[in-house]
């Protein structure tokens, strides 16, 4: 795990690294990202637990599960997936307010029925997700990342959701394509991409002009919000 963390960073594996730059990677991880991931309970609130601990003691201020589908479920008897998925993800909602922090979840759709290697795969949908539409009405932000063909570096970047839109990000429906470069563990919109930048302390600012360059190209014309454009809690 902190391998590949370190081979992000840097844009190199480790056997193409100098030591120096094996150093820096090293000292970048170990300050900003701690990995949680408990000997025995893998429910939320054992997870949560970890996080409040880091949050209070490290000063952490966001936090990603990854994937969702692997958390222990406390799911009652009967209750649909739906219901279940509505108590947990305001339970997510209370506790990313009451700690003032950014929570973000990766969740793995189910894998498409017909699958044909010779074919583009199916672009996936929030009703993939186990729950379906419960993640459009929870959620405040959702993005869907999509490669046509796995094997190919290709991708696609939609996006499902943006309850602000005015503070940037896209809006619903918007598409960004790119490509990913096995060779620096990088992604590239328009041949671009901040982590390439020398000086990595301007990547944030540098990274935030590419994104805001392409969604200026997409067409504003006619655009409709949806109606569930606010969480419902």
Not at 188 to 195: A, E, K, R, S, V
Not at 220 to 226: F, P
Request: charged fraction near 30%; proline fraction near 6%; charge should be negative.
């Amino acid at each position: 795990f902190y391998d590949d963390l370190i081979e992000m960073y840097a844009g190199k594996f480790l056997d193409k690294m100098t030591e120096d730059e094996y150093i820096e990677a090293c000292e970048f991880v170990n300050e900003h990202i701690y990995y949680v991931y408990p000997d025995d309970d893998h429910d939320l609130d054992s997870i949560h637990e970890k996080f409040r601990y880091l949050i209070l003691k490290k000063g952490v201020d966001g936090v990603l599960v990854d994937p969702f589908n692997q958390l222990d479920k406390s799911q009652k008897p009967f209750q649909r997936d739906d219901q279940y998925l509505s108590e947990v993800f305001s339970q997510i909602k209370r506790f990313t307010l009451s700690h003032q922090i950014s929570y973000n979840i990766i969740a793995h759709p189910n894998k498409p029925s017909n699958f044909d290697r010779d074919k583009p795969l199916p672009v996936p949908s929030y009703y993939d997700l186990n729950g379906g539409a419960m993640w459009a009405n929870k959620m405040d932000n959702m993005f869907l990342f999509y490669k046509p063909y796995p094997n190919q570096p290709q991708f696609e970047l939609h996006v499902g959701k943006n309850k602000k839109v005015q503070t940037g990000g896209g809006r619903q429906g918007d598409i960004i394509h790119g490509v990913y470069r096995w060779e620096d563990n990088r992604f590239y919109i328009n041949n671009q991409n901040p982590l390439t930048d020398s000086e990595k302390t301007i990547k944030a600012t540098y990274g935030q002009q590419i994104i805001d360059d392409v969604f200026k190209k997409i067409d504003d014309t006619d655009y409709l919000t949806t109606n569930g454009e606010d969480a419902p809690f």
